[in-house]
Every structure is written in C-alpha cells, then in structure tokens.
C-alpha cells in the first residue's frame, strides 16, 4: 500500500504564522539555507540577507528608490529594477531574473554585478520571471511574455511566454507558447519540468530529455484552478505546493493530481471573484488587480522550504513588507544548493 499522504486534512492555522523581516521591498522569491540564513529578492537592486538572529542587510549593486516612490501602483510593479527569481550559482553566488530590467543577471553576495543574458536570438529576452538551476549546473530561464507592460498579458489569450536554457554561455529556447510562464520546478529526479501558466491557471509539465529538450507537454493537476498560480516547490513526498496570487491561497497538487487548499487567505472575497469573472471576458485591468489581497503577505507570489528539516514554509509575496513562515506536516525537496 502507498504511504499515506503527510498533507491529508492539514490546513494553516492563521494564528500559527509567525514572521520574519521588515521593511522589504516586494520579497517575491526567498532562498533558504541550512544556516538558518534567508535571501529575499527586493525592489531595492538586490536582496535583502537575513540572518538567524533576524538581523538584515540590503546586498544590491546601488539601490534603486523608483519601487518605493512610485506614485501609483500600476508603475511600481511595472517599471524599473524588480528582482524576481532567485537562485544560488555552484559558487554561492546569486542569480536574478529581473522582472524590470529584462535581464538574466549574477549577483555575488557583497553586491557585485553583472548581466548574463539580456537577448535571445539578436532581440530582447521580454519579461524575464524565474530562474532555476539544476544539479547539472544548467540555469533554466523563464519568460512570462514578450510584452513590456506585463499586467496586459494576464489575460486567457496571450500564449508568447517560453522556457529558456541557458548553458555554456548560449540561451536558447526549449518550450514556447505558455499563457504567462511563471516558476518552474523539477521534481526529485529532473525528469519532470513542472511549469506554472499563471494567465492558463493551470500547471504544465513536460519531461526533460538529457539534452535540456522538453517533449511529452501535458496539463497536471486541475486544468482550471480558478485563479492565478504563481509559485510553486515540491514536498519531499511529492506534493506540488503553490501559491494563488492576488487571491491568496496556497495550494498543493497531490502525486494522483488532487488539489487541496493549505490556506486561504482570500476567503471567497468580492474583490477575487471579480478579478476572475474578467478573466473570464478577458477584460482584466490593473485597478482590478491591485483591488485584491490579503491581510498576511499580499499577493502571495511564492513557498519555500527551510529550516534544518525543511519543514518551515515561507511565503513569499509581491505587496507584503515582511515574511510569514509556518511549519509543515512533510519536509521539502532540497534544492541543489542544500
């Protein structure tokens, strides 16, 4: 018989969340370490550092004020430097997909600089979202939508977003099509790509080929979740957790392609259900958008596994100042750098 599932009738008890960190700048993406350390994408330049002890630093290149000082929130989310994935080089340094720069950039932890990919084929690379790399050491790119305003591609209809590899110094193209691609993940034998379509609500795999081909494209889990996906990381047993964004739920697909709801911090608002019926009539716009959110972090935007069991869950969000973090039933997949 299988074992049974450690998610089975777990839900988040809002008064169990703690948090970490201030004053942030969209924390959109965390990394974790087995120290206890959390590096945290901020609209600053960089990432913030925060410590064990819950001390914090600012490692960015020159910080940037444009996120802080918008004057509306259309143009803070849409302009300027917003570091949105992250992930660890094999040295320790820091690798951006930069959602405001378009850019794939590297980052050492003293906030030293420089841009790794800015174009694909001789033209711009678009809305650049997440980055991952494997335990090959190959950094795999994604790319929401080739158009600049981003919020104009939430939309059923807009399918221009692609996965890109990049390796031995050459990006290119592997998967292409995707309605607003979003995190990426690979299950515990890289044979799996796991791609979230924010605009399709719905998550996509397809399985790697040795060569970094993708091939066998299939929907898992539900074909409609009824919102939109942002983040998503496995659990060591592995469930697919995510994140709903904008109307602020996690979520975990079970192996068998369940879905289950971990928390909901939404709450069938009026504000969410509009967002969605839009969508439905692709006339989504930012006002809309922006009239939703929770009061934890929000627009949650992502979960990660940490602590020395991997059993503590920080969320990751685009609106938040701090990072809300509860414990799991189940550890996470480690990641390469664990």
């Avoid at 925060?50 to 001390?55: A, K, L, N, Q, S």
């Amino acid at each position: 018989m299988a074992a049974p599932n450690p998610i089975d009738g777990f839900e988040v008890d809002p008064a169990a969340i703690a948090y970490v960190g201030e004053n942030l700048q969209r924390p959109e993406c965390i990394l974790a370490e087995r120290d206890g350390s959390l590096w945290s994408a901020d609209a600053r330049g960089g990432v913030v550092h925060i410590r064990p002890d819950g001390t914090q630093t600012l490692i960015a290149q020159s910080e940037a004020t444009h996120f802080a000082s918008a004057t509306d929130e259309e143009t803070r989310f849409v302009a300027g430097t917003l570091p949105n994935g992250l992930a660890f080089a094999r040295n320790g340094d820091i690798l951006i997909s930069n959602f405001g720069t378009d850019r794939l950039e590297i980052m050492t932890r003293d906030g030293q600089s420089r841009v790794l990919a800015d174009t694909i084929d001789g033209t711009p690379i678009g809305k650049v979202n997440f980055v991952l790399r494997d335990s090959r050491d190959r950094i795999w790119l994604t790319i929401s939508t080739r158009i600049k305003n981003w919020m104009q591609a939430m939309s059923p209809n807009v399918s221009d977003g692609y996965v890109a590899l990049y390796e031995n110094g050459h990006l290119r193209i592997v998967a292409d099509g995707f309605c607003f691609t979003n995190e990426i993940r690979f299950d515990a034998k890289e044979e799996w790509l796991y791609v979230v379509e924010t605009g399709g609500k719905r998550v996509t795999r397809l399985r790697a080929l040795p060569n970094g081909d993708l091939t066998d494209r299939e929907t898992f889990g539900p074909s409609d979740h009824g919102a939109f996906i942002d983040g998503i990381a496995f659990d060591a047993h592995g469930n697919l957790w995510g994140t709903h964004v904008m109307t602020d739920r996690i979520f975990a697909i079970t192996p068998d392609g369940d879905l289950r709801i971990i928390l909901d911090d939404d709450r069938g608002s009026a504000a969410g259900k509009a967002l969605m019926a839009a969508l439905e009539k692709d006339v989504v716009t930012p006002e809309l958008m922006l009239a939703c959110g929770g009061t934890i972090a929000p627009w949650f935007a992502s979960v990660t596994f940490g602590g020395p069991d991997l059993r503590t869950v920080y969320v990751g969000s685009l609106r938040g100042a701090r990072i809300p973090f509860f414990r799991s039933p189940v550890a996470g997949l480690p990641m390469v750098h664990w």
